[in-house]
């Protein structure tokens, strides 16, 4: 199928649930995230920074931008003008650069952000445990925070077949993500998301849960690894 074909049909299956899109456009070159583009998306998720500043550059500046990768502390200052989300907050040293870059920059909306929440039985998955992000929370640091909003969890599942250790896995997000919501979110609206799940298992994120998924080969193809 086309891309557009491939969003449309996402678009399809998603549509009687709380769960968004996000087109994982990672080695893929901009001609084919401007075809996403045109068939309507608007909401995109890189991993690396230099990738994304360089097409930040040259595609339509309405896109929704998300950090999907690991992202170190002095590499926040290229992005935090025009990033909409990152979803790989893991520390609080990383989440006060955030904050510091987005007050410099004088932006009118904060950044969004996610606490991701280690859950795969990898450890070269990055990730806090879910009693870090309470910490973090509960910090004085994170209270004096004013241009971050922190929007909900993000996990990576465990790359297998089993769709029973799967499914265990994105319980546990969930799970971290209620524990956050009803101790220090309980009154705030915009805490709502749960991202998790991609193009091998994003069905069985959404049935656990799963308020945004993150899909890159299930839309664009293959990846190009030569550029990873």
Same mark, same amino acid.
């Given at each position: ?22 087109? !994982?456009?990672?080695?893929?070159? !901009?001609?084919?995230? %401007? ?13 690396? !920074? ?13 896109? $929704?931008?998300?950090?999907? #990768? ?10 935090? =003008? ?16 955030? $904050? ?31 009693? =870090? ?6 910090? =004085? ?7 971050? @909003? ?11 077949? $089993?769709? @029973? ?5 994105? %319980? ?33 994120? !959404?049935?656990? #849960? ?19």
């Amino acid at each position: 199928m086309s891309i557009k074909e491939n969003i449309l049909y996402f678009d399809q299956q998603l549509r009687q649930t709380p769960c968004r899109l996000v087109a !994982v456009s990672k080695t893929h070159p !901009v001609e084919r995230i %401007q075809e996403a583009y045109d068939a309507g998306h608007r909401i995109f998720g890189e991993n690396k !920074v230099q990738e994304l500043v360089d097409k930040y550059a040259q595609l339509p500046h309405d896109i $929704n931008w998300h950090l999907i #990768g690991h992202l170190q502390t002095n590499k926040v200052k290229y992005i935090a =003008e025009f990033i909409d989300t990152i979803q790989s907050v893991d520390s609080l040293k990383l989440l006060i650069e955030i $904050n510091k870059r987005a007050e410099m920059f004088g932006r009118t909306l904060p950044i969004n952000c996610m606490l991701q929440i280690a859950i795969a039985d990898e450890e070269t998955k990055y990730g806090m445990s879910c009693e =870090e992000a309470e910490a973090l929370l509960a910090s =004085e640091e994170y209270r004096q925070m004013k241009h971050i @909003s922190i929007t909900g969890v993000m996990g990576i599942a465990t790359n297998t077949d $089993n769709e @029973s250790q799967l499914r265990q896995e994105f %319980q546990n997000l969930r799970s971290c993500f209620d524990r956050l919501k009803s101790t220090y979110f309980f009154a705030s609206d915009y805490f709502k998301e749960i991202s998790m799940g991609m193009t091998s298992d994003w069905a069985l994120a !959404v049935a656990e #849960g799963s308020t945004m998924i993150r899909v890159g080969s299930g839309i664009f193809g293959a990846r190009d690894y030569s550029k990873t």
